[in-house]
């Protein structure tokens, strides 16, 4: 499974967006990137997936350029409640076709008023 | 629709002994993992129930040891607790066929060994 690096913390304001960038450079051709959000004393929540290009959904944005080396999550005008630890995984299923996790140490991003 | 669910909350257990984790997953999902927190750190994989069998596991000892029950409900035992073990004990559940990575996870067992 690929390794990966990204910052240990990050400060913003409230209504800033915030951009996390996670390195993976040894990914593998099929290998996805997965981004998970963690509350204190709470599991980790899915956020965002995608594979390459850029992918939306309602909560963040995943910027993915042509060599997939790295990766950006875009959080849009953050407030107080997104300060949460925020955690880049790269793999797939292998020839398992089972879906196990690798999480890294993640990225504290505290938002203050 | 609940999601997963874990019980206990809290528990706090004494070197050497045994503890049991356990787990329901959200309905509809048939996979089930453990993972293991560390005050600090990130979820490390613990081991995969699929269809009551183990299907992959972490780099844990066979102290550490689970089942799956039909219902897709699942535990998790530990043996011969080390001050270690003191850990979040972390369920998750997904779909045997689905998304890659996209997992859904319980709040957490808390486990304290003394």
């Known amino acids: 499974l690929a390794k990966t690096t990204q910052p240990i913390s990050m400060d913003s304001y409230e209504g800033q967006e915030v951009n996390i960038t996670c390195s993976h450079n040894n990914i593998a051709t099929n290998d996805y990137i997965t981004w998970y959000q963690q509350f204190p004393s709470q599991g980790p929540r899915f956020i965002i997936q995608g594979y390459k290009t850029k992918v939306t959904n309602e909560v963040a944005s995943l910027f993915i350029p042509a060599d997939r080396k790295s990766s950006t999550l875009s959080l849009p005008r953050v407030s107080l409640s997104d300060t949460a630890v925020y955690y880049c995984?790269?793999?797939?299923?292998?020839?398992?076709?089972?879906?196990?996790?690798?999480f890294g140490t993640g990225t504290r991003l505290l938002v203050s008023p | 629709d609940a999601g997963v669910t874990q019980s206990p909350t809290h528990l706090i257990k004494t070197r050497g002994q045994q503890v049991t984790l356990r787990c329901s997953p959200k309905?509809?999902?048939?996979?089930v993992s453990w993972y293991q927190q560390a005050l600090g750190q990130g979820p490390q994989f613990i081991f995969q129930y699929y269809e009551e069998e183990e299907r992959q596991r972490g780099n844990f000892p066979d102290r550490f040891s689970g089942h799956q029950f039909p219902n897709y409900s699942s535990e998790l035992n530990v043996n011969a607790l080390l001050l270690g073990d003191s850990a979040l004990y972390l369920c998750?559940?997904?779909?045997?066929?689905?998304?890659?990575?996209?997992?859904?996870f319980g709040p957490g067992t808390r486990l304290t060994v003394t």
């Open positions: 309905s509809g999902h048939d996979t």
């Open positions: 998750a559940s997904s779909l045997r066929v689905g998304g890659p990575y996209e997992q859904y």
């Open positions: 995984l790269v793999g797939d299923t292998g020839n398992t076709g089972f879906q196990k996790l690798v």
